[in-house]
């Protein structure tokens, strides 16, 4: 017969087998409530994207589309009706001529027309409202306000890779301004081949103004400058006998150039309807 000793040996060994299968059967117990709870949770979330996505419309539904505008890459608010709001910010620059009237409007495709008189001889600006429309806006409110007119073209550069002919100011000095700036328009691609009208800035952004430069060779700048427009065929003959006649290197080593020997005045900028 078993002694005392072996039958608390046995009943200690049941003891453990049957707290062993009962954590055994806690442990299955709680894996199975684990996943249950998992496939709930799931199962939640599938149902909240169908039904946001069920009130959320057609997206090829033009009545869907957000009335709000946006921020295009360069920083301007293009409006619900494609037009552009411009930020013109007033700097007390030069001589103040208001903003432009379109300032939260502004037309973003097709072109304006300027007829330049000048002392040298006449040009055809073509400013591309597409690339951009607030350089071309504050042009044709200068232009119609009558700002250039009777203003020199102060500096001249006459280098291979850099041709310009550059005016806007009417101090002449090349500090003035029409007393607002706003943003450069531009992008990685922007170039400035010859016939280009750029916009002149201080060399910080949001520093565009009144002052334009007309690019009478293919100049290498990077591209931090707003490529307005274009002169026409006549304009750049103009150009070519202005570069041909040089400058008088006031504004060496920098920024470069000087006055241009034959002195150019723009008479009247006016807009063509």
Not at 107 to 130: H, I, K, N, Q, S
Not at 169 to 185: H, I, L
Request: overall charge negative; some cysteine.
């Amino acid at each position: 017969m078993p002694s005392n000793k072996q039958r608390r040996q046995a009943a200690q060994r049941h003891l453990q087998r049957q707290l062993e299968r009962r954590a055994e059967l806690a442990r299955r117990r709680r894996r199975n409530l684990l996943t249950i709870v998992t496939v709930v949770a799931v199962l939640l979330v599938v149902g909240a994207v169908w039904l946001v996505t069920g009130l959320g419309g057609d997206d090829d539904d033009p009545t869907a589309a957000d009335p709000t505008p946006s921020a295009a890459d360069d920083g301007r608010v293009v409006n619900p009706d494609g037009s552009v709001s411009c930020d013109f910010v007033p700097d007390g620059s030069g001589v103040d001529v208001g903003l432009p009237a379109d300032a939260q409007a502004a037309p973003a495709e097709g072109t304006a027309t300027l007829a330049v008189a000048t002392t040298a001889g006449d040009m055809t600006f073509t400013l591309d409202r597409a690339k951009a429309p607030c350089a071309t806006s504050s042009f044709v409110h200068l232009a119609s306000v009558g700002f250039f007119d009777g203003s020199p073209c102060h500096r001249e550069v006459n280098q291979p890779s850099f041709g310009v002919l550059q005016c806007g100011d009417p101090t002449g000095t090349g500090q003035g301004g029409p007393g607002y700036r706003f943003g450069e328009e531009v992008t990685p691609e922007t170039t400035y081949p010859r016939g280009t009208i750029a916009m002149a800035n201080s060399g910080t952004p949001g520093s565009t103004g009144s002052q334009f430069f007309l690019c009478f060779v293919d100049t290498q700048l990077s591209p931090d400058y707003t490529a307005v427009g274009t002169v026409d065929e006549a304009g750049l003959a103009v150009l070519d006998q202005i570069a041909a006649a040089g400058n008088d290197g006031s504004f060496e080593p920098s920024p470069g150039g000087g006055a241009p020997n034959t002195p150019v005045t723009l008479t009247s900028v006016s807009v063509v309807p």
